[in-house]
Nanobody
Framework: QVQLVESGGGLVQAGDSLRLSCAAS????????MGWFRQAPGKERELVAT???????YYADFVKGRFTISRDNAKNTAYLQMNSLKPEDTAVYYC????????????????WGQGTQVTVSS
C-alpha cells in the first residue's frame, strides 16, 4: 500500500512559478513510476508528466519546456516544478503512482493523492 500526499498548490499570477511536492509512504516508492495529472472543472483528468522508477521522463505537449518532473527516492518524494504558468493551467493537480514503466493514463494508476488546487490568474 502506498499513500500519497500532495502539497504546494496555491493562487499565483500568470508567468509565476510553483513547485508541487508528493510525499509517499511505504518502502517501495523507488519501484513505482510517478506521475502528475490534472483535472479542470468540466474536463477529464489528463496527464501532465510522468517519471519512471529509473528517472526517465515524459511530458504532455502542453507543458513541455515549462514544467519539470523529478523524484528523490531517498526522500520518497516526487516533484513538479511549474514555470511560466498560464491561466489554462488552473486545475486540481493529482499525484499518482503505478507499477508500469510510466503512468500515462488514469487506468494505469494504482494509487492517487488527494489533489492540490492550482489557480493561475491573468
Amino acid at each position: 500500500q502506498v499513500q500519497l500526499v500532495e502539497s504546494g498548490g496555491g493562487l499565483v499570477q500568470a508567468g509565476d512559478s510553483l513547485r508541487l511536492s508528493c510525499a509517499a509512504s511505504g518502502r517501495t516508492f523507488s519501484s513505482y513510476a510517478m506521475g502528475w495529472f490534472r483535472q479542470a472543472p468540466g474536463k477529464e483528468r489528463e496527464l501532465v508528466a510522468t517519471v519512471s522508477s529509473g528517472g526517465r521522463t515524459y511530458y504532455a505537449d502542453f507543458v513541455k519546456g515549462r514544467f519539470t518532473i523529478s523524484r528523490d527516492n531517498a526522500k520518497n518524494t516526487a516533484y513538479l516544478q511549474m514555470n511560466s504558468l498560464k491561466p489554462e493551467d488552473t486545475a486540481v493537480y493529482y499525484c499518482a503512482a503505478g507499477a508500469k514503466y510510466y503512468v500515462l493514463i488514469p487506468s494505469e494508476v494504482d494509487y492517487w493523492g488527494q489533489g492540490t488546487q492550482v489557480t493561475v490568474s491573468s
